[in-house]
T-cell receptor, first 111, second 113 residues
Framework: EAQVTQNPRYLITVTGKKLTVTCSQN?????MSWYRQDPGLGLRQIYY???????DKGDVPEGYKVSRKEKRNFPLILESPSPNQTSLYFC??????????FGPGTRLTVT | AQSVSQHNHHVILSEAASLELGCNYS??????LFWYVQYPGQHLQLLLK??????LVKGIKGFEAEFIKSKFSFNLRKPSVQWSDTAEYFC???????????FGAGTRLTVKP
């Protein structure tokens, strides 16, 4: 089954404690991206990747890092999380513009 | 870069009422347009998309959208909503030559039974 998986699905952490949210897709897609969803702001793109070792900033990259060492994985790293990074995070992947697959979301709370 | 604006933040309708959600985008070139739906507690699902051809696009669950190039709009419509249509709806756009997708802020639809 074609899918994008994210882990963890829920996470509560404290300010400053480094964390990683994993994202994996089984469709051999080249394009992957991370979004955060906040009430009234919709989905805003954090980072995207056109292929292995090719990443670029989206609209709200501050406080986040990503890496793309393998085609299937695109982890999102928060080196020093802060409360304003409390949000719902979605990973997405696509081969072309016709269809974007979204992961189930990760709800992050930073206290 | 392209951007998307959705005019309504929250729409409340009774069952069987007609629905129209506005979406405007700003981008000078050729675009692909999408509507996604997010039911409570779930991730985004594609409702419909427009790439080219007939500007009136039919999607799943009785939804349709009309691309009006002169108005840079892609409004979502449904003639008769149901309680199960309660969800958040997102308009999205990407430029013809890349996969970089931008979303609107979303419109929350509440349908009263």
């Amino acid at each position: 089954e074609a899918q994008v998986t994210q882990n963890p699905r829920y996470l509560i952490t404290v300010t400053g404690k480094k964390l990683t949210v994993t994202c994996s897709q089984n469709m051999n897609h080249e394009y992957m991206s991370w979004y955060r969803q906040d009430p009234g702001l919709g989905l805003r793109q954090i980072y995207y990747s056109m292929n292995v070792e090719a990443t670029d900033k989206g609209d709200v990259p501050e406080g986040y890092k990503v890496s793309r060492k393998e085609k299937r994985n695109f982890p999102l790293i928060l080196e020093s999380p802060s409360p304003n990074q409390t949000s719902l995070y979605f990973c997405a992947s696509s081969r072309d513009r016709a269809r974007v697959y979204f992961g189930p979301g990760t709800r992050l709370t930073v206290t | 870069a392209q951007s998307v604006s959705q005019h309504n933040h929250h729409v409340i309708l009774s069952e069987a009422a007609s629905l129209e959600l506005g979406c405007n985008y700003s981008y000078g070139g050729t675009v692909n347009l999408f509507w996604y739906v997010q039911y409570p507690g779930q991730h985004l699902q594609l409702l419909l998309k427009y790439f080219s051809g007939d500007p009136l696009v039919k999607g799943i669950k009785g939804f349709e959208a009309e691309f009006i190039k002169s108005k840079f709009s892609f409004n979502l419509r449904k003639p008769s909503v149901q309680w199960s249509d309660t969800a958040e709806y997102f308009c999205a756009v990407n430029a013809y030559n890349n996969n970089d997708m931008r979303f609107g802020a979303g419109t929350r639809l509440t349908v009263k039974p």
